[in-house]
Nanobody, 129 residues
Framework: QLQLVESGGGLVQPGGSLRLSCAAS????????IGWFRQAPGKEREGVSY????????NYADSVKGRFTISRDNVKITVYLQMNSLKPEDTAVYYC??????????????????????WGQGTQVTVSS
C-alpha cells in the first residue's frame, strides 16, 4: 500500500519547537516534491511549506516565514518541518503531501490539496500553555 506517514506532532508551549517528519511507505519520494499543509478546526486546509525533489527550491507561507524550516534527506528519503517559536495559532492537524514531477522538473514544488498525488494521515500539533 502506497502511503505517507507523518510523525513528530504533540503538545508544546508557546515559543517552543517541534520537528515533523514525513516518510513514504511502499514507494520512494526521490522524484516527489513535498508539501506540508495544515487544517485547524472550522478552517480550510492551507499550504504551509513546500520543497522540490532536488531539495534546493523551497517556499513558505507568510505566516510561518522565519519560524519554520523545511528540509529533506534524500538518502533516508524523509522530509522534515522544523517548527520554532510556535504560536497558539499554529495549532492544527499537519499533513504532508507528495507530487511527482519526475526527473526533468526536480526544482518544481507547486501543489494544492487537489493536485497532490499522495497524502499522509496527519499529525496533531497543539500549541498551548
Amino acid at each position: 500500500q502506497l502511503q505517507l506517514v507523518e510523525s513528530g506532532g504533540g503538545l508544546v508551549q508557546p515559543g517552543g519547537s517541534l520537528r515533523l517528519s514525513c516518510a513514504a511507505s511502499g514507494f520512494s519520494l526521490y522524484y516527489y516534491a513535498i508539501g506540508w499543509f495544515r487544517q485547524a478546526p472550522g478552517k480550510e486546509r492551507e499550504g504551509v511549506s513546500y520543497i522540490s525533489s532536488s531539495g534546493d527550491s523551497t517556499n513558505y507561507a507568510d505566516s510561518v516565514k522565519g519560524r519554520f524550516t523545511i528540509s529533506r534527506d534524500n538518502v533516508k528519503i524523509t522530509v522534515y518541518l522544523q517548527m520554532n517559536s510556535l504560536k497558539p495559532e499554529d495549532t492544527a492537524v499537519y499533513y504532508c503531501a507528495a507530487k511527482n514531477y519526475g526527473y526533468g522538473l526536480r526544482r518544481m514544488y507547486s501543489m494544492s490539496p487537489s493536485t497532490a498525488d499522495y497524502w499522509g494521515q496527519g499529525t496533531q500539533v497543539t500549541v498551548s500553555s
